[in-house]
């Protein structure tokens, strides 16, 4: 990562990253990604009364992105997890939609403009990467895939695709009703355990710093 965009980070954050020994080991388009995570930590302590984490590892491996954290609570592991996850779906080099693609035995995410490929065989490779592809699908949809607007937006589907995988293994009945978009994406949800709403915490801060 560029120095002078992770040292934007660490000042903003010197508390989470002040001890990380060897960096943020990742490209730059995930600039985004990692201040929506680290902001959306950082409220999580304060509004439930936590020390703030030490993230020991902030890292890109096979494709998507690892980060280690000296300490957590579900919110912040469904935080976590949803960033991992969209890190998956996000040009590692400049940030925009991309895909998880194997080149010359290297795993990564990239859009089309930076080496990324199109095509039918690159998506499939992408849909199974992280699930299983023998798990049951489940017949309900459990997050909308439009905004009360109107909005078909990718990552209210890459969320649905990750909290379906979570409530299938633990037989939770979670499903939001509508989403409204705008400043950030809001979720009429029930049945939302501590984990499922740091996923879409995640999702709505993210979104709120892709949007025009
Ligand atoms: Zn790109």
Redesign the pocket.
């Known amino acids: 990562m560029n120095d002078l965009i992770q040292d934007g980070l660490l000042a903003r954050y010197p508390e989470i990253l002040g001890s990380l020994a060897d960096g943020i080991q990742c490209d730059d ?1 995930w600039l985004d990604l990692l201040d929506a995570l680290f902001d959306e930590i950082t409220r999580q302590c304060m509004s439930v009364g936590i020390p703030l984490p030490r993230a020991r590892k902030v890292k890109e491996k096979t494709g998507s992105l690892r980060c280690y954290l000296s300490s957590k609570d579900d919110f912040i592991v469904g935080l976590v997890q949803m960033a991992e996850e969209i890190s998956g779906r996000t ?1 590692e ?2 940030g ?1 939609a ?1 895909v998880m693609d194997v080149q010359d035995n290297v795993v990564q995410v ?2 089309l ?2 080496g990324g490929r199109s095509g039918a065989d690159r998506n499939r490779m992408t849909t199974i990467w992280r699930f299983d592809p023998n798990r049951p699908a489940s017949l309900v949809r459990r997050v909308p895939g439009t905004t009360e607007e109107g909005a078909e937006l990718w990552v209210l589907d890459l969320l649905n695709e990750v909290a379906d995988d979570y409530c299938v293994k633990r037989a939770t009945g979670f499903r939001a009703n509508a989403v409204r978009g705008g400043d950030g994406l809001r979720f009429d949800a029930a049945n939302a355990d501590q984990r499922l709403q740091g996923m879409m915490a995640m999702t709505s801060a993210f979104w709120k710093r892709r949007s025009p």
């Open positions: 388009g040009c080099v400049c925009e991309g990239r859009c403009l930076h």
